[in-house]
């Protein structure tokens, strides 16, 4: 079937569903049940989506630019290759995204402030811009992830997969990444102050400076005789 836009769904029962490819821009689904829902390729732009439940929902390839997420359970729920840019994850609550496939989607300029994001798959993703402050991205696939720009102060990275990231001039002051994978990131002007890199793995890190090393935070810290060649 094929929704009309600007639908009033607001609080629908609807688990399993299947709106693939479905015309959905500006429609209401305001505290709806949409768990483990098809959406697949459908248009949710404009779409109001606050506190609803797409728990394992498979959102690959969705658009859902400008779209209000805030309050929805995102848990597990598939947004790979989603266009989730200049949605609304959050207004004071933090977004649960735990487990999800977010794997090469676009959250450009998103706000993920105090999101729940341990151990969602973001490799590839676009990031730039992006509030993740005090996000807990524990344990996240954010191999090759465009941090560009973002605010990651506070954030929990404790284990997260860092690999080749651009950080450059994020802001990850008091970030926490003990045991972080940060091989082949790009840390160029990135704020590192009072950050905890304790067993962080630093091997071939790119464009780190003395200067940024002496205001980190960090105990029986080993770095390798090749990450230092890579200084700057």
């Known amino acids: 079937m094929n929704i009309i836009e600007r639908k009033n769904y607001k609080g ?6 299947h709106l693939e490819r479905n015309n959905l821009i500006w429609a209401n689904f305001q505290g709806a049940n949409l768990q483990e829902a098809y959406l697949i390729k459908a248009n949710l732009t404009q779409a109001d989506l606050r506190g609803a ?3 394992r929902a498979d959102l690959r390839g969705a658009d859902l630019r400008g779209a209000n997420l805030q309050e929805a359970n995102l848990q597990e729920a598939n947004l790979q290759g989603a266009d989730l840019s200049n949605s ?4 004071g609550v933090g977004a649960n995204l735990q ?3 977010l794997q090469g989607a676009d959250l450009q300029g998103i706000n993920l402030t105090r999101a729940d994001l ?4 973001l490799q590839g993703a676009n990031l730039q ?18 941090f560009q720009g973002a605010n990651l102060y506070g954030a929990n990275l ?3 997969n860092l690999q080749a990231a651009d950080l450059y001039v994020a802001d990850l002051q008091k970030s926490d990444l003990q045991e972080a994978n940060l091989q082949e990131a790009n840390l160029q002007e990135a704020n590192l102050q009072e950050a905890n890199l304790q067993e962080a793995k630093l091997n071939n890190v790119k464009n780190l400076s003395f200067a940024q090393l002496r205001k980190l935070t960090f105990r029986k810290l080993t770095f390798r005789k090749q990450t230092f060649r890579k200084l700057n």
Request: glycine share 14%; net charge positive.
């Open 118 to 121: 341990r151990g969602a798959n």
């Open 53 to 55: 439940n797409l728990y």
């Open 12 to 17: 629908v029962n609807l688990p399993g569903a």
């Open 129 to 146: 811009l992006s509030n993740l402050h005090l996000a807990n991205l524990q344990g996240a696939n954010l191999q090759g992830v465009n």
């Open 88 to 91: 609304y994850l959050l207004e």
């Open 158 to 160: 404790r284990g997260a």
């Open 99 to 101: 487990g999800a496939n």
